[in-house]
């Protein structure tokens, strides 16, 4: 098989096989970004759980401490005076009738999706739309409610969605690369200890199976379980 130079020089200074701490990973991560745009940290945390059965699906949110470094495009559905809040709160849109025909049309320039539950009726008919894209609102993640002020609020701050796939893995994104190093670490941590407080009852086994942290263009380092005290 043949590697870039980039990939080889990764190599050769990291030990791939090598499990790490949250710190040392981080600290490697960082050192090796040497391409010119900002790279994200990224999880991957494979559980021993089985999706197939409703009780062991993991899916749920958490708001990062430090944010995700990333600009994040919001759409509230509502009516009247819930759509002039959300714009108080710092929404990007917000609007009814005029939106459900802008999606209808393909519009999706936008990353997540708010809507008070009289609008889900109506937003509920562009699930082939929505549900691909992973846009659709759900109450499970805070995206239909009423308050629509405070959950814009937490979106734009930091606040992320998360959700165990048909392999048992739960992929997400902790921030940007060129955060500070500590920062990484209390949004790494922070995410854990949600997943550990979700383990099913139901789930046997052992439940946290494997770890690694990477960045957008760099290698995939193992976290050791001793390192991370909350998934022992």
Known sequence: MKFSKRVKAIREKVNLN?????????????????VKFKETLDCAIRLGVDPRHADQMIR???SLPNGTGKEVNVLV???GAKAEEALAAGADHAG???????????WADIDVIIATPDAMPELGKLGRILGPKGLMPNPK???VTLDVANAVKEVKGGKIEFRVDKTGIVHTAL??????????VENTTAFLTTIIKMKPSSAKGQYVKSLYLSSTMGPG???SREAV???K
């Open 18 to 34: 090598k499990e790490y701490s949250l710190e040392e990973a981080i600290k490697i991560l960082k050192e090796e970004s040497k």
């Open 60 to 62: 749920g949110t958490v």
């Open 77 to 79: 559905i509502a009516k």
């Open 96 to 106: 009814f009738e005029e939106y459900l025909e802008k999606i209808k049309g393909g």
């Open 141 to 143: 993640s805070g995206t």
């Open 175 to 184: 921030g940007k690369l060129d955060f500070d190093q500590q920062k990484l």
């Open 221 to 223: 380092l193992q976290i």
């Open 229 to 231: 005290p909350i998934i």
